[in-house]
């Protein structure tokens, strides 16, 4: 997807206010083919894509309203579930690489599900394809967003709001409103 099909994508969100800024921040992440491959990853209502974008254009307003790092809130918002392989079934997937479906088939204990592990693996997998954007900041807002499921508490500002954002987003989804 190159820029121009990219806004289009981005229709629910490209005429609200900071849209252009936002833009600016994010725009290599979204262009970049590995992040693309989450359009192809099932996520509550839609793809793993469209939930951290919608995740980080809150992080970002709520973080120009409120006075924080709105770097560090936005980037960890698009990237807080970047994990490397997807953890529901889409059509889309037998289409891309076999490893997707065989992940997808491995028998998981309780406690090795993604709920429990997927924040660690969005983390390693921010470093190994866009570790440029890493900070204490952004790594600890990614590893602790599924507080209290992952029971570690986020230490920052930054880690809160993207707790926050992406469990309203989340409900939303879920709900089918935007």
């Known amino acids: 997807m190159n820029e121009a099909e990219l806004i289009k994508y981005l229709k629910i969100i490209r005429n609200r206010e900071f849209f252009d800024d936002w833009f600016k921040v994010v725009k290599p992440i979204l262009l ?3 992040f693309q491959k989450r359009l192809k990853f099932k996520h509550h209502y839609h793809s793993v894509f469209f939930h951290c974008v919608l995740v980080s254009y809150r ?36 289409y891309m690489d076999p490893i997707y479906i065989k992940h997808l088939n491995r028998k998981k204990k309780f406690f090795e599900q993604h709920g429990f ?10 470093h190994k394809f866009f570790a440029d954007y890493s900070n204490d900041r952004i790594d600890n807002a990614i590893l602790r967003h599924m507080f209290p499921l992952n ?24 709900l089918k409103i935007y």
């Open 59 to 94: 992080c970002y307003v709520f973080a120009i309203k409120h006075n924080i790092n709105v770097y560090n809130c936005t980037i960890a918002g698009l990237l807080h579930d970047f994990y490397p392989f997807p953890w529901q079934y889409s059509e889309d997937l037998e």
């Open 117 to 126: 592990t997927h924040a660690r693996d969005a983390l390693d997998n921010t």
């Open 32 to 34: 970049s083919c590995e």
């Open 151 to 174: 029971i570690s508490i986020p230490r920052y500002k930054e880690s809160w709001v993207v707790t926050l954002q992406d469990k309203i987003v989340a409900i939303k989804e879920l």
